[in-house]
Structure formats: C-alpha cells, structure tokens
C-alpha cells in the first residue's frame, strides 16, 4: 500500500473514531515517503500502524537514533526531528539515542570507504553539540514526552556470547544485499568486519528500547528493518519504520551536505540562514515547506519570490525567535546579505595569529585566556565550524576573510580585511 492510499484509509478510521485524532494523523503523515510494513491487501489480519494507533491504549515508543559523528546538524538532519516532535505532540513517547557506541565505528551506508573511527571524548562532545541544537525542535520540558538514551548503556555491555547470538541472525549474502556494502564488494573496496556489526547494533537498540516505531532517511531502511528481524528474535513485537526523504540541498541538485557546500545549518547565525534560505531554487520550495515548516502547503503565496521570502522568515523564527528573524528580514531588504552581522577588520592583526588572539582583539572575549577557555568549552565556531583547539593559528588573513566568527549563541562578526 503506498502512502496515498495509507493516508485515506487513516482517514476514513480517524473520523470515525475521533476529529481530534485525524488532526493528529495529518501532521504524523506530512512528508512521509514509506510506512512498513504495510498489509497486503484491506482484508489482510496484519497489523497496521494506523491500527496500532488507533487501537493502543498507551504512547507508542517512537525512536530516533543519531549518530554524533560530527558536531553540526544541517536542515536535512532536522527533518525526522521534526517527525519525532509530531509524534511527541499527538502525545506519544519520543525515543531519541544517541548512538555514542554506534558513532565510535560510524554508520557505513551511502560511504565508498570505511569511516574513521571516533574517540569517546570527540562523541561525547559532538553529541552534547548535537541536544543543544535539538532544543527548538523537541520538547525537552514535559515530563514523559521524551526519553534521550545513550547506546553504550546496552551496547558496551555485550559479552562475546551476545554478540555471537546477533551475528547468527545474518548472513554475509544478507549484509552483502545492503546497497553501500554492494557497491565497494563489487569496486573491491574494503570492508571490515566491524562495519557488518553495525546494522545489527542500530537493530539491537530497538530491543533495548522497546520501540514500536522507528523513523529514518530513505537510506535507513535496511538498518530499521534489521531491528524488525531482532526484536522478533527477542520475543518482542516488532517496531514499524517510517522513511522520511533526504533533503536536496540549496544547490538543487544534490543532497544537502556540509562537505557539498550546499547546506544551512542549525548553529549558524540567523542573517546567514535568512540568506541561504531566500536563495532555494523554485523547484525546491514546497519540498522545504513541506519537510522544515508546519504551514498549510495550500495557502502559500504563489509569487516564488514571495515564498522564498516567507520559507527564510519561517525557518529563522523557529531557531531564533521572531524578532531575529524580522532583524534578518530587514537586514536582507536593506542590502545586508548576509543579515546584520557586525564586522571586524583584519588589517591591524598580524599574521600568523592565534585565534584565542583573534577573539580578544575582535572584542568576542575580554581576554585571550578567555578565548583560550571558551575554545576549550567548545564555544567557538568559524561559519559554523566548532574549533577545539586552543592552539589554532592562521597564517594569512586570507584564510579568515568573509568568514563569521562566533562565541555562545548571541556573539558574531565577519572578518574583513
């Protein structure tokens, strides 16, 4: 059953049962590419997940598991947050892991290459960066709407007979079946052992977690359907998986990637969101409508320059509140393209310089050693970039030029020459 024909069938339930419930089914369905499993046919015993819905007598458990393998989220990342908040406001139980067990190995899907291994001290800095850019998003504050769960609490406990029971619930043909393994068997391109045990830890946290429903990219329904297969192993009912789409990035050809180029993201400052939202091709435009807002998609403005201007104010009010989001729509209209951002010249610094230096003497921070501190606490970002290190140095101005530098939340200038 495709989505269409699963959302009139939601419907026609819902109305019977409750007008308050198929309000809630509009929202829980919005943007959805793929529900599994679904019924064969109208006749068919199977369990549905509108079914479930409408039949269960507490929240579901919705999961959402985030890997921290970096330590920015982009507009793309956000899409099944929001869905988790969807569930969360029809009164369901978000389930948001954080993969810091998973993370160390990294999810190989969609990668040609194996992927670097992480430090537990990077994940657990990466993952608190993750949660403080999740805020506007989800409700953090009512008791019993969200649980945030860190998967080393059951993954790093698993003795060698565990994990034997595991890998006998797959074959290598199985895990070859999954589409990046495919690819680099068939390139020849390495793959390690460790990577098979991926799929199966992504699967085990669903046991762990009781989840009856999983949300997820397009990409991710190998990984959602292999925790089906082993919470039906561990005697549990298994979960259902919504797929959600990857978002094309401002570029309108690509998925939207930081390494691309094409992406915004979540952390920037909100003039420089406005800027790269107002530029989003026309035929990218209900898609973010429909994905990054909750507006009704049959009441927007039909003038595409018009909707360009609404989806920027729209996004940036989310993160950051009307008011900057007015002060960036003013900024934009007044010739500031990258909205009001302060700037600071480069001209006296001498190269090379340190960028605790650099916070002091841009008037960021009252001293270099608070510079020095705020790097260490992880405050500080270069266009988004977090920067760690309390020795960074650049050699040029050159490397600096045209880039926003950035303390908290609230603290930003453009460096000029």
């Not at 951002?341 to 310089?353: D, K």
């Amino acid at each position: 059953m495709n989505i269409t024909n699963l959302t009139s069938k939601v419907q026609s339930i819902a109305n019977i049962e409750s007008p308050s419930m198929a309000q809630n089914f509009a929202w829980l369905r919005r943007g959805v590419v793929e529900v599994f499993p679904q019924p064969i046919d109208a006749n068919s015993e199977s369990e549905s997940l509108e079914k479930r819905l409408l039949t269960t007598n507490q929240p579901l458990r919705v999961k959402l598991g985030i890997d921290p393998t970096g330590a920015d989220i982009h507009l793309g990342h956000s899409i099944p947050v929001r869905k988790l908040r969807a569930f969360q406001d029809a009164g369901h139980t978000a389930v948001l892991i954080i993969g810091d067990f998973t993370a160390r190995i990294g999810d190989p899907t969609g990668k040609s290459d194996v992927r670097r291994q992480l430090t537990e001290a990077e994940v657990a800095q990466n993952a608190q960066s993750y949660l403080d850019q999740m805020r506007p998003i989800l409700d953090f504050d009512t008791p019993g709407r969200l649980e945030v769960r860190y998967n080393s609490e059951w993954l790093s406990q698993l003795n060698l007979g565990k994990i034997l029971e595991l890998l006998s619930t797959m074959t290598v043909g199985q895990m070859l079946a999954k589409e990046g393994f495919a690819e680099r068997y068939k390139k020849e391109n390495p793959i390690f052992l460790h990577e098979f045990l991926y799929p199966l830890m992504q699967g085990f946290d669903s046991v762990a977690v009781e989840a009856d429903v999983e949300l997820g990219g397009t990409d991710q329904k190998f990984n959602i359907a292999v925790g089906r297969d082993l919470q039906r192993h561990f005697g549990l009912k298994p979960q259902f998986g919504m797929l959600l789409p990857i978002l094309i990035g401002t570029d309108g050809e690509q998925k939207m990637s930081k390494s691309l180029g094409n992406y915004v993201g979540l952390a920037e400052h909100p003039g420089q969101k406005y800027q790269k939202l107002q530029g989003v091709p026309d035929k990218l435009l209900e898609q973010y409508f429909e994905l990054l807002t909750d507006l009704p998609l049959d009441k927007l403005p039909e003038n595409p320059r018009d909707r360009q201007t609404l989806l920027a104010w729209e996004v940036v009010k989310q993160y950051h509140g009307e008011t900057a989001a007015n002060e960036a729509k003013e900024a934009a209209k007044t010739g500031g393209k990258e909205g009001a951002v302060p700037e600071f010249s480069l001209a006296g610094v001498q190269h090379p310089a340190k960028l605790a230096y650099i916070l002091n003497v841009s008037g960021l921070c009252k001293s270099t050693g608070e510079g020095k501190r705020k790097i260490q606490e992880g405050g500080v970002r270069l266009d988004g970039d977090r920067i760690t290190d309390v020795d960074t140095t650049f050699a040029a101005s050159t490397e600096l030029e045209g880039k926003v530098l950035q303390v908290g939340k609230n603290k930003f200038v453009r460096l000029v020459k």
